[in-house]
């Protein structure tokens, strides 16, 4: 008996305090197949023997959700996510100022004065396309946003889920701007919205980028690096520029408020806005924010935009979750797009 | 003997506080806070209040019980062959334990490889007939009932063969001398005696279901299920407060539907032979 419990004790003791193979750093929100997170903790691992922890609340508002409910005692250091959610998260005070070395070289309108948030590398929010699976079904490609809202597409795009995914929300905000709506009035973006899923479309809650390769979702509405990346490694997808225009979903990262391992934060936050970092984002088809980092062989590889429309990021940050509410009631329950933005005060005057 | 006794209670005893009773007590906790952090009932108005909610929750709770009564009725041959030591029973009875293995995201997933745009069926579909009306499937009420089914007929099927198993052979075959055929048979003799078991297995499926979030968040679409909207307003909407009181309303009618269920269909009486008769 006396042995047992000797045998018990150590094994529990040893399941508790375990072997600890390779240093992890707890970051959330580092999907692998997103902006090449994969790539990019392998570079760093390959540097430095620590390892940030990938695919741990994937999608920005599923790490904001995470870090507030672990306000009283964190546990990750940092995170990545668009920068409206990163102005969210400043305002539920979960994030803490971090002077990064290379503040200074990121463009004034990606980053916080006050050093609570900055951008590491922006993307397009683009049309993906699957051009065997369009082929097979004899389709022209989509060449506009209203293109979308054609009953011979009826079924067959994917854009991931607002109130899930940080790309889709500031899809949600600029569809408004890029349609000829005001900040005030969101009746222009929120209708296409609408009439996106009553021709049969899907928002989803998972990275679309795989499913278009699949050809389980032969249009996608997605950051162009996902396509792109998808397309160098064979498969047979493109990206589409629609005529209307497009936005960038603004993405950045933060530092935790009481991250337990501080240095080495600040270390990585530090190394992803540097030369090696901001190449490995730009090979990866995104715009890194220091785009004196983009390799001279990548400068023909980004999409001629022939209309950018700009994000006012504090105007994205202070109406995205009431915006995330009125897509609830307008798109996704089928309710009046009219009401549901007049219960948030912007449906115009 | 007795210091085993004691670790493993109190080892049992520390998982139950540790896993679900302080748990448990932080979520009641959080959905009697107000957003001044008084003590409210506010959070319960609200979500009552709401008629999405509620619609939502009845959506749900109908759409449970439907697949679970359907997967127990279903899940009878099964349960039988297995529990009759029937032709490829073992094979069958491990089929129905991998089941266990599966998150609900996995028969999600499973449900969109299966009858997604681009899943086995419609590809079939369109080599065979050229035709596309089984594309999407998996993102219908049909297809969120199949991926349902999928879990629930293989644990009914497990707690019939259980209690087929234990029943006597003897009545079944009586019934048989006596004249009676197949449904005859079925219905008169065998239905009645497992009417028990046939309850739990109801019961228990209905549960698993009405917990079940993995298949909702993948595909469903004109179904809205209870689970995948308190996830929304936990991590889309960060509201802490609704998703507590909708995961405690949760439970309450889960429980309180599960023991109604119990309740109504009654308490069998077991089938006694007549054996004081002469």
Known sequence: MKNFLTATCTALTLAITG?????????????????????????????????????????????????????????????FWSLDIASEAKASGVTA??????????????????????????????????????????????????????PKYKGLACSMDPTWSGTAS????????????????????????????????????????????????????????????????????????????????????????????????????????????????????????IASAIPAEMSDAFPEIARQVPVDIPHAAANVGNLKRAFTAAVLQGGDVKAALSEIGLAGS | MRAFMIVTTIALL???????????????????????????????????????????????????????????????????????????????????????????????????????????????????????????????????????LSFQIPRSALILAEAIAKMDPGLPAAARTLGGRGPAVTFLVVVPILRPALIEAAVFSFLLAMASFGPALLIARSVTIFPAVIYREFTGFLNFGNAAAMAILLLIVALALAGVLRLLVGRATPFHTQTDAT
Not at chain 1, 106 to 134: C, F, K, M, Q, S
Not at chain 2, 16 to 34: D, K, N, R
Not at chain 2, 49 to 72: D, K, N, P, R, W
Not at chain 2, 107 to 117: A, D, F
């Open chain 1, 97 to 150: 100022p971090l002077k990064v070395a290379r503040f200074d070289e990121i463009p004034a309108d990606l980053r916080d004065p006050e050093h609570y948030w900055w951008g590491v590398g922006t993307a397009n929010i683009v049309i993906g396309v699957n051009t065997d699976v369009l082929e097979r079904r004899g389709l022209p490609l989509p060449t506009s946003w209203a293109d979308l809202l054609d």
């Open chain 2, 14 to 148: 520390g998982i139950f506080a540790l896993g679900l009773a302080y748990p448990l007590a932080t979520v009641i906790l959080v959905s009697l806070t107000g957003e001044s952090g008084a003590p409210t009932l506010d959070v319960y108005r609200r979500v009552f209040a709401s008629g999405y909610f509620m619609q939502a929750l009845a959506e749900t709770v109908m759409f449970c019980l439907v697949t679970s009564f359907i997967a127990t009725a279903w899940a009878l041959p099964l349960a039988w062959r297995i529990g009759r030591n029937g032709a490829g029973a073992h094979f069958l009875q491990t089929l129905s334990q991998i089941n266990f293995a599966f998150a609900g995201i996995i028969y999600g997933m499973l449900m969109i490889v299966l009858m997604g745009n681009a899943g086995v069926l419609a590809l079939l579909e369109a080599w065979l007939l050229g035709t596309e009306a089984t594309r999407g499937l998996a993102f219908t009420a049909f297809g969120l009932g199949v991926a349902y």
């Open chain 1, 170 to 289: 500031v899809f949600m905000y600029s569809m408004n701007a890029i349609l000829g709506g005001t900040p005030d009035d969101f009746t222009t973006g929120f209708n296409f919205l609408k009439a996106f899923q009553d021709n049969g479309h899907s928002y989803r809650t998972e990275i679309v980028a795989p499913r278009l390769a699949q050809g389980e979702c032969p249009i996608t509405i997605d950051a162009e690096g996902n396509i792109l990346i998808e397309r160098a490694n064979g498969a047979p997808v493109d990206v589409v520029v629609p005529s209307e225009g497009v936005a960038a979903v603004p993405l950045g990262m933060g530092f935790a408020k009481g991250a337990p391992e501080p240095e080495k934060a600040a270390d990585f936050l530090n190394w992803v806005l540097s030369d090696e970092a901001q190449e490995i984002i730009a090979r990866s088809y995104f715009r890194p924010v």
């Open chain 1, 19 to 79: 072997p600890v193979v390779a240093e992890e750093l707890t970051v959330y929100d580092l999907p692998s197949k997103y902006m090449n997170w994969a790539g990019l903790v392998e570079a760093y691992e390959a540097k430095t023997g620590i390892r940030p922890t990938l695919d741990l609340k994937n999608g920005s508002s599923t790490a904001l959700a995470a870090l507030k409910l672990e306000a009283a005692n964190p546990i990750a250091n940092a995170a």
